[in-house]
């Protein structure tokens, strides 16, 4: 038999235990970046580094490199295999594609821009060289499992470009998934960046990349996450995603940095992935161009991936009245030498001198006593010597029997020569 008070003191305590429970403050379960985990506490605050570490400013030429590629925006995509996809294959071969990018690496100044590829914890791959747009990089010696991946366009130096699209990441299983052994979906994880060429230059470049962390400092205390780095035993916490440049003590030695990701209030956030240390050896051979002081145009040019900028040739055409003037000098190197002016008198005295003996034209008589005939034995002149037609005219007073005597031809001379005068000078008839 019921009782009808039953039923209604039953409805009663319904009542009033809905209404005290809806007061109640409900927790959600602690997350990796839960600020206090309802405690109160504050978030750790950042600190500079310290000790033998001291933060400056990069070379001069990584300035000018990275003033140079500020115009570019990198933009990197994976094609194949799909994100989270099972590969029944023994070999892994990722393909990617990059856009706004200029790949290059110099015989002379070391690598320019290039994409990095750093699969675990494996040393890091450094791809230059593209087939157009696309990128193919094949690894053989992966064990059978699950894996993950990133990839970011770097700048010479090795700093990853931090800017949308600029990196990817993802997750790929070799024959078939094995849960456990990488981060969750949506779990942080760190990835430390390593300088270009994995060598302790100083100062050193500090860099990383953290996946699925969470944005803060949107507000005062609103911190989530810290990441602790140390280096040769010096510590210090940042809270921010940017590179650093530091120097140290050791300038000549290999360095050794860990990083470690943790929330706010310092606690370590899954450390199997997010624990990470890499080794740069010491330094040795010849420093990079990145580490200069400053880089020539052509220099800047060959470093950033940018073809070497074409001069164009210029050729320069003389004015006119040169041409003129060379043209003259030509014609003048093609005739012969001009000979001096006492030269061509000569020239032309010999030229028009006859072949035959001129001859001689007669005095005229007068009073005077004849000249005698030429001896034998007197010498005589030459065929060139004898005198013109014009010299032996004598001047209308007649001339001393001694200026005759010179006129007429004289000298040993014997032969033809000879033979055709008669004693008076005149030319014999034959």
């Known amino acids: 038999m019921r009782r009808p008070g039953l039923k209604s003191i039953w409805a009663v305590l319904l009542a009033a235990v809905l209404l005290l429970g809806a007061g109640l403050p409900v927790y959600a379960r602690p997350g990796f970046f839960n600020r206090d985990g309802g405690s109160g506490a504050k978030p750790l605050p950042s600190s500079a580094p310290s000790g033998k570490l001291q933060e400056v400013a990069p070379p001069g030429a990584v300035q000018q490199l990275r003033q140079g590629l500020q115009r570019h925006r990198p933009s990197l995509r994976l094609i194949d295999p799909s994100n989270n996809s099972i590969v029944s294959s023994d070999v892994l071969e990722l393909r990617f594609e990059i856009d706004d990018w200029?790949?290059?690496n110099d015989s002379e100044l070391g690598l320019g821009p290039h994409v990095v590829i750093q699969i675990d914890n494996r040393p890091p791959l450094r791809l230059s060289e593209s087939?157009?747009?696309?990128?193919?990089?094949?690894?053989?010696?992966?064990?059978?499992?699950?894996?993950?991946f990133s990839?970011?366009?770097?700048?010479?130096?090795?700093?990853?470009v931090q800017a949308p699209g600029a990196s990817i990441h993802g997750r790929v299983h070799l024959w078939q998934k094995l849960q456990g052994t990488q981060p969750d979906r949506d779990a942080p994880w760190l990835v430390p960046v390593s300088p270009a060429g994995e060598q302790g230059l100083q100062p050193l470049l500090v860099d990383w990349l953290i996946w699925n962390a969470p944005l803060q400092n949107l507000r005062e205390g609103d911190g989530r996450w810290r990441l602790r780095i140390s280096i040769d035993g010096d510590s210090f916490l940042v809270d921010h995603q940017e590179a650093l440049w530091l120097k140290g003590s050791n300038?000549?030695?290999?360095?050794?940095i860990q990083m470690e990701l943790l929330n706010?209030?310092?606690?370590?956030i899954t450390p199997v992935f997010n624990n990470q240390l890499i080794h740069?050896?010491?330094?040795?051979?010849?420093?990079?161009g990145w580490m200069r002081p400053r880089l020539t145009e052509s220099q800047l040019a060959r470093l950033s991936g940018s073809p070497k900028p074409e001069v164009p040739e210029v050729v320069e055409s003389p004015p006119e009245p040169l041409k003129k003037t060379e043209e003259k000098q030509l014609e003048r190197a093609e005739q012969p030498p001009e000979l001096p002016q006492a030269d061509v008198k000569v020239k032309d005295e010999?030229?028009?001198e006859p072949e035959t003996e001129p001859q001689p034209t007669a005095p005229e008589e007068s009073d005077a006593q004849q000249p005698a005939p030429p001896s034998a034995e007197e010498p005589s002149k030459t065929d060139s010597a004898l005198p013109t037609p014009a010299e032996e005219k004598p001047s209308e007073s007649q001339q001393p029997a001694e200026e005759e005597t010179k006129l007429m031809p004289s000298g040993s001379l014997g032969g033809s020569a000879r033979e055709l005068l008669d004693s008076d000078g005149r030319l014999r008839k034959l």
């Open 151 to 160: 990839a970011w366009a770097a700048y010479p130096w090795g700093e990853a």
């Open 102 to 104: 200029p790949l290059g």
């Open 280 to 288: 740069l050896k010491a330094p040795s051979g010849p420093k990079p």
């Open 264 to 268: 706010g209030l310092g606690e370590p």
């Open 350 to 352: 010999i030229e028009a």
């Open 131 to 148: 087939n157009g747009n696309r990128l193919v990089v094949r690894i053989d010696d992966l064990e059978a499992g699950s894996h993950r």
């Open 251 to 256: 300038s000549s030695s290999s360095h050794d």
